[in-house]
């Protein structure tokens, strides 16, 4: 690790809303709230894996909803606590252990963080998710697709600013493995800071995700455009995956 990488997420947190994240909580939020009210049983308690910043926990706490998040860092786990409060449940832990308590009525994934698990790691975590959840509860998480890596192998290097960090994302694609390994470099304008972080993500085949699903007792019910009701197609960048536990 060079003198001025960071351990990922560990720098990146403080401006991660800043220079990744796209406004898209809201209405992320709005699209899971519409589909759990068809749920009969109610969905009150939601378990967020890869919570990061806390900004999808916040909009469905706007609903109402009791939202646990978890995350595996603590950069990220400070910056959630800052805008949830006090009173949130935030738990610092890994995936595929996990090590949470409690029956959760839903499990979300939001920004891809699934990606960051390898295909076994994937099909283990997909495993405790459906111990924590109730008989029919719901499993809804994103996940980049074949088109994605595709697009991120046209377009290896992005930069820009936002609110004062310049920011460089390159990224290297093995197409073969099915990996991508982003290196992301920000520059604060105020006082020339500089960091540097080294993240690797797994494009997932859909027969791997639907494998994984079922191995642990699940029943897809849709695969869709980015929290939307159009279904996922070979142009999709970013598919949402819906599936619910078995009733027994």
Do not use: K
Not at 117 to 139: D, F, I, N, Q
């Amino acid at each position: 690790m060079r003198a001025n990488e960071a351990e990922p997420y560990a720098r990146l947190a403080a401006v991660y809303d800043e220079i990744v994240v796209d406004p898209c909580h809201r209405a992320w939020a709005s699209y899971l709230h519409d589909l759990w009210t068809s749920d009969q049983a109610g969905v009150r308690r939601v378990l967020d894996l890869g919570c990061g910043t806390g900004l999808m926990a916040a909009a469905l706490s706007a609903y109402g909803y009791r939202v646990t998040g978890v995350d595996s860092s603590p950069a990220m786990l400070a910056r959630a606590r800052r805008l949830l409060g006090p009173e949130a449940v935030l738990i610092q832990r890994a995936m595929p252990g996990l090590g949470v308590d409690g029956v959760f009525d839903a499990v979300i994934s939001t920004f891809d963080a699934l990606n960051y698990l390898p295909t076994p790691e994937l099909g283990a975590t997909v495993a405790a998710v459906a111990r924590l959840l109730r008989p029919e509860g719901w499993l809804v998480f994103d996940l980049h697709t074949t088109a994605m890596l595709n697009f991120t192998m046209a377009n290896p290097v992005v930069a820009g600013t936002a609110d004062g960090q310049h920011f460089t994302i390159s990224s290297a694609v093995d197409p073969t493995a099915r990996t991508c390994d982003t290196s992301i470099s920000v520059i604060r304008a105020a006082d020339g800071d500089t960091f540097a972080e080294q993240h690797r993500q797994y494009f997932h085949t859909a027969a791997q995700v639907l494998d994984a699903l079922l191995d642990a007792g699940f029943a897809l019910t849709a695969v869709t455009e980015e929290y939307s009701h159009r279904p996922a197609d070979a142009s999709t960048l970013r598919a949402t995956w819906t599936a619910r536990r078995g009733s027994a």
